[in-house]
């Protein structure tokens, strides 16, 4: 079964304001962070029943070099990112509402 893939604008935006971060940081960490920010996304498409549900409906799964966790849920066969959070800031900056 493939689902399909669609992240909202404001997980874009904060993908994007990671990579000028971490560029900023060291150049070409950014494109770092974003090769696994999408080696996670492929998986995650590959079996997005395996993460666990956090808050009803949004599952989470954490990326495996940079403190990120994706925050996502599934509508039929759509895979839909809300948010890319940093686990480095404060838990209750963590978007709340979708």
């Known amino acids: 079964m493939g689902f ?33 920010f999408a080696a996670t996304v492929k998986y995650i498409i590959t079996n997005p029943y395996l993460f666990p549900v956090k808050r009803r409906p949004l599952r989470e799964c954490v990326l495996k070099k940079f403190p990120f966790i994706i925050i996502y849920d599934i509508h039929e066969e759509n895979v839909i990112i809300h948010a890319v959070f940093n686990t480095s800031k404060n838990p209750g900056q963590k978007p709340k509402k979708y």
């Open 4 to 36: 399909k893939l669609d992240i909202l604008l404001s997980a874009k935006i904060d993908i994007w304001e990671s990579m000028d971060w971490y560029n900023e940081k060291q150049p070409g960490l950014g494109n770092r962070f974003y090769e696994d």
